[in-house]
């Protein structure tokens, strides 16, 4: 079937999906949980065959670790699609109500977005996380995945399409693409897609927007930042630069560049290149840092950059403004943190620093939607539009303004002969 | 000054206005709405000059009219500004706050946008109303208005500007395109603008959409459609018919396609024809229709065409799902009514009719944002992406998410050390 045919499917299959009931939706992640229990042999081999060819291919080992899809992986997935059964349905909240006028009422209902197309990594269990976010939202979608677990994904989605259509949800809710000509294709039909979340690098997200009209939904760079006010505790201040540098650093909530006022540098500088050469962490340091300690010198690229890596780059600074406006300006506003005992600098970083999580005394790896306690989450946003942050169910809806009368007409309104109440319900 | 520079200038007020408070806000507003009284005269001189260039370049009168800014033009947006101070202040609203631990809260705080570039057509009164509503926002704003207003709008912005900036708001929060050119600049500065707001032809928002990777909030066309259901009364239907098609016939809510039941068709059409031709209006007809009532015949092309003009199609259908599917096919997301006693169809096509906004028992011109209530509006959207249907305040804002801690760091909850409690407070 071609791209066009299978987003048109998936259009009418959201048509229906608006309508479908909280118990219904449930009952087929119930159901879902289940198969994937019942099927996991299934699974697993498809699981085999895809590593086995990705091993022949070469493909580099923490790579094979993520596309792994064992035991230990279902169970996770199983797992939070049982919490996901437990979240409040996002649909069907009445978000405002309020009388125009005598037996005339207003209401900006909650509604699933329609068709979201989601192009995600090599992880088999992204696959189960998304598409369950999206029916339980009531959104059908296509999804395109890595193309190493090939196998893997055909039989995940063929077991999560049966059974949740065993469980009464319309056909072709979710589809699978599988080649990089389809999701060409899929960036043509804004007629159809609603909303695309690329999860990948900055270019591929780049990319993606500069090939379609459709709204995309992503972040580009995680470039974090810490912030050392003047006045702190040293150990308190290292353990959360730490935390936030190495606690796990290939992701996009890990610290990139540490900024630390002039009066802490000599206090803080010393026990933190200790603390963090214990773990391997390279340092690249500005003049300033690199009177009080040695290390390789940053430049401004340094800036820039998104290591991902073990590398961390120092920068001294005269004030908090200074550091507001280094963020500002290099930051990709992902997430932010200052590390202060004083009440007013902390609400100035808090007000200013224009980024989609703002932190004070704790770790910038803090960003994510299961700790922030969402259940779960599609991505964080870098997007100041729609949804911001980690986004969960609630950025996967939309609402609709649905207005009751009772014959009424405007002319009535504009010849004065009635006047709108405006009440609110 | 190039684009460039202005966006950039624009940015670092956009920094600060996060912070502007709402007194301040409504201190300019006040301001703003004295001096565009106080300098009167001046901008009547400036209007008074375009309105002979332009009647001079040959203008249409209908837009000749609309580019005349009077002594009640200012009163009306000098009333605008006014009930504009009277409205909450979009921002700062608390949305979400939860302990994720001890000494740890989070919370989901409503804050400006940033920068919005907004493209608007020849009435100067529009330039006013939406500068304003960017300031109560806390948006920095580049404007680009019809050619023809060219010094009306110079001499708004700087009347506003002056004022807003006695009153204490930030430099350059306000700046003016003049061109073409520049407005084609704008559309790459995606590093400094936030989101752009396009009020023109679905020609015009598709160019912009496929010339930039800043998102558009707007609506392309607006095809909307009334669905007189099996069972009415006949002269409810007209009166509603009528008054969505012809109280303004030139605006994006007006009625464009009726859909009738064929059990209603020959007690409705025969007096709808009458009431329609009394105001002078154009039917095509399908060919059930024609069989009823005498009128044009309509092609394919007049399903999917926005007419802005005193012409109607009208179609026959079988059953409230046809009208559900014609509408979802041909329409474009805008505003669609159904007239009907029958509890069950009026909810059914509320649900499934995928439009912002969606009626039942009254005129499709209600949908506004004045007569919904919002005191004002930037526009109506199509997007189901961040704001749908009419965009007031809550419109031109986003969220960002404070996390404050007593340094926390996620490797004691990787341990197990500490567990989150997300306790919402």
Excluded at 242 to 253: F, G, H, L, R
Excluded at 388 to 400: A, S
């Amino acid at each position: 079937m071609d791209t066009r045919s299978m987003a048109i499917q998936a259009k009418k299959a959201s048509i229906l999906m608006q309508g479908v009931s909280t118990e219904l939706k449930n009952s087929a992640l119930e159901k879902i949980a289940e198969a994937l229990l019942a099927k996991k042999d299934a699974i697993f081999e498809a699981n085999r065959q895809d590593l086995e060819r990705s091993a022949a291919e070469n493909l580099a080992a923490p790579l094979l670790k993520r596309l792994k899809f064992d035991e230990k992986k279902l169970n996770e997935v199983v797992d939070g699609i049982h919490s996901l059964i437990g979240l409040d349905d996002p649909v069907g909240k009445t978000l405002l109500a309020r009388e125009l006028d005598d037996g005339m009422k207003l209401c900006r209902v909650s509604c699933p977005i329609g068709v979201i197309g989601i192009i995600f990594e090599s992880r088999p269990d992204a696959l189960v996380q998304i598409s369950t976010l999206c029916l339980k939202s009531g959104n059908a979608v296509l999804l395109k995945g890595g193309r190493e677990a090939a196998l893997t994904n055909r039989i995940l989605v063929q077991v999560i399409e049966e059974a949740s259509m065993e469980a009464g949800m319309p056909d072709h809710w979710i589809n699978l693409l599988e080649s990089r000509e389809e999701v060409n294709e899929m960036l043509a039909l804004d007629e159809y897609v609603d909303l695309i979340i690329p999860r990948g690098s900055n270019q591929f997200v780049r990319y993606i927007m500069d090939n379609s009209r459709i709204p995309v939904l992503g972040h580009a760079d995680g470039i974090c930042h810490v912030y050392i006010d003047r006045d702190v505790d040293a150990d308190r201040a290292v353990d959360i630069v730490v935390d936030s540098k190495t606690q796990y650093v290939a992701v996009c909530n890990a610290l990139e560049t540490l900024l630390i006022h002039k009066d802490s540098a000599e206090k803080v500088l010393p026990s933190l290149k200790e603390a963090l050469e214990a773990k391997s962490v390279e340092i690249r340091g500005c003049e300033r840092t690199r009177e009080i300690i040695p290390c390789k010198a940053a430049t401004e690229d340094d800036w820039k950059t998104e290591y991902l890596d073990l590398i961390l780059s120092i920068k001294v600074v005269d004030s908090l403004d200074e550091a507001i406006d280094h963020i500002n300006t290099y930051g990709s506003g992902h997430t932010d943190a200052i590390i202060s005992k004083d009440e007013g600098n902390i609400s100035r970083f808090l007000e200013y620093v224009d980024s989609a999580n703002v932190f004070a005394n704790c770790s910038t790896r803090f960003s994510d939607g299961f700790r922030y306690g969402f259940g779960a989450e599609v991505g964080i946003s870098t997007n100041k539009i729609h949804a911001r942050g980690p986004v969960g169910l609630d950025g996967l809806v939309t609402y609709k303004y649905k207005l009751i009368g009772d014959g009424h007409i405007v002319a009535d309104y504009a010849s004065g002969k009635r006047r709108f109440t405006h009440r609110d319900l």
